[in-house]
């Protein structure tokens, strides 16, 4: 974030043909945080945001990917870090001014039941999953204006539904799900105009998702959409584009929702 200005005007750096065109200053103005913005989800979210014209800051442990659009900032940060949190927010509020969008993308897929997942391993999912997605709520919301905002935190089809190889993994999106709810109350009892929504993925077409299978012999990629009524998986873009709904003033009626976007997995 180094050399932002408040009155810097950036363009998008997208090509504004498609379907978006129409739509490009729909988050003008806006300022976006989203966590976990090196890949996937991620990464496809804050593009989709700065396209639509938002200032976007994506932040992630990993350095800045090559496919990050060139008018997204872009911050290192440990989401499991209180302080980096705090770091992370008070550097965008000397640049931008406050926040108005947080989206808490970060996540880590474990595999283990009862008794081979370690209570090492157990706390580190615990620890990315749901304590990094507390740490954003709390260290943001206060920075977002008296107009309000929108948080949208990653949940997934594994946190409504058991999996009994994937006991950290589900136990910790199930968690996500509730702490939204939690989030959005809250807010919305404390009149802040903040609204919180989670979003729950199935099987997203991510390097999370296959470094899993690489690592997972016992089970194959066709055998997990086959349990899926639509039997594909999902594109980041996809997700992405539900995200920035939830973001944006169409949902202006939407809080404390979870929405399944996962082929029909959950049905």
Not at 176 to 181: C, G, H, I, K
Request: aromatic fraction near 4%; charge should be negative.
């Amino acid at each position: 974030m180094a050399g932002i200005r408040r009155d810097e005007v950036h363009g998008t750096g997208h090509d504004m043909s498609g379907s978006h065109a129409d739509a490009s200053n729909m988050f003008s103005g806006k300022v976006a945080i989203v966590s976990g913005g090196a890949s996937g989800i991620g990464l496809a979210t804050a593009n989709l945001l700065a396209e639509l014209g938002a200032r976007v800051i994506a932040t992630d442990i990993a350095g800045r990917p090559d496919g990050l659009g060139r008018t997204v900032d872009f911050m290192s940060h440990d989401v499991t870090d209180r302080d980096a949190w705090r770091a992370v927010g008070a550097r965008t509020v000397a640049a931008l001014g406050h926040v108005d969008i947080l989206v808490n993308c970060v996540g880590v897929l474990s595999e283990g039941n009862l008794k081979t997942t370690s209570l090492a391993e157990w706390r580190r999912v615990i620890a990315i999953n749901v304590e990094g997605t507390f740490n954003g709520c709390q260290a943001i919301i206060p920075l977002m204006p008296p107009s309000g905002g929108s948080i949208v935190n990653m949940a997934s089809v594994s946190g409504s539904r058991g999996d009994a190889n994937l006991i950290a993994y589900t136990a910790s999106k199930g968690a996500v799900v509730m702490l939204t709810r939690e989030v959005a109350l809250d807010c919305a009892r404390r009149g802040t105009n903040i609204r919180c929504n989670s979003v729950s993925p199935g099987v997203v077409d991510t390097a999370m998702i296959a470094d899993f299978f690489a690592a997972r012999p016992s089970a194959t990629l066709p055998e997990w959409l086959a349990s899926q009524p639509v039997a594909r998986t999902i594109a980041p873009a996809e997700v992405a584009e539900l995200i920035v709904f939830l973001s944006g003033p169409e949902a202006s009626f939407v809080t404390g929702a979870d929405f399944p976007i996962d082929c029909g997995a959950s049905a």
